[in-house]
């Protein structure tokens, strides 16, 4: 992904880790070295999970790209401002779907 240069971003589809539960998930992050990982996993919030570990947690309130857009100016300072051990809430709005159109 392009989107947040020079951070080299990684999903967890792309990983093929997609359905590992958050702890596990956690623990992989930190296995493969990663210093952040962002989410809109609001359960991703509890400081407990992440006491000793070495990576920064960023939890976005919308994870579609047309509210995260906008904001990645936002989120790019918030990952270069990041401490290990940490998480941060980025707000980004949230997303609206279009109501549905009635064909008749």
Known sequence: M???PPHEVHTVVS???GGI???VLLTLIESEGFQIFV???KNTQ???RLEGRHFAV???SAINWPVIEPNLPKIAT???ESKPGTVQIIDCGV???RAKRNIL
Request: charged letters at 15%; hydrophobic letters at 40%; proline letters at 8%.
């Open 2 to 4: 392009r989107a947040l």
């Open 78 to 80: 918030a990952i270069d």
């Open 58 to 60: 960023l939890v976005l």
């Open 39 to 41: 989410t809109g996993d």
């Open 46 to 48: 509890s400081p407990q």
């Open 21 to 23: 539960k958050n702890g």
């Open 95 to 97: 997303f609206t779907p």
């Open 15 to 17: 990983m093929q880790s």
